[in-house]
Nanobody, 129 residues
Framework: QLVESGGGSVHPGGSLRLSCVYSGITDTRYGTYCMGWFRQDPGREREAVAAFDSQGTPRYADSVRDRFTMSKDDAQNTLYLQMTALNPEDTAMYYC???????????????????????WGQGTQVTVS
């Protein structure tokens, strides 16, 4: 289960921190599933915002790089997305996503922005105006 919170309305240039409390996504080998943040505005395609890659390094969409920071606190079972310098183009419903990842032939698993995630939260709305 994934439960997002922290959305709201801010003026351009403002900041928000989104949280996603997760449960039931323990991976016996890697600790937790692959995780990331996505967003979608009505009439637009869902966009990957940030995700951990196969080595656990956060990766970001070009549109948010240097403004957004993703982090995870496994002790608190919480994924975060710190958003700064928000602009109206960031307005969207933001979703937390998780997936076991794709096993790789020589070990490890594939995680990242382009992974097809199968577990989703209900979303939290971010409005910048």
């Amino acid at each position: 289960q994934l439960v997002e919170s922290g959305g709201g309305s801010v003026h351009p240039g403002g900041s928000l921190r989104l949280s996603c409390v997760y449960s039931g996504i323990t991976d016996t080998r890697y600790g937790t599933y692959c995780m990331g943040w996505f967003r979608q505005d009505p009439g637009r395609e869902r966009e990957a915002v940030a995700a951990f890659d196969s080595q656990g390094t956060p990766r970001y969409a070009d549109s948010v790089r240097d403004r957004f920071t993703m982090s995870k606190d496994d002790a608190q079972n919480t994924l975060y997305l710190q958003m700064t310098a928000l602009n109206p183009e960031d307005t969207a419903m933001y979703y937390c996503a998780a997936d076991p990842g794709i096993p790789l032939q020589h070990g490890g698993r594939f995680c990242g922005l382009s992974l097809r995630y199968n577990n989703w939260g209900q979303g939290t709305q971010v409005t910048v105006s």
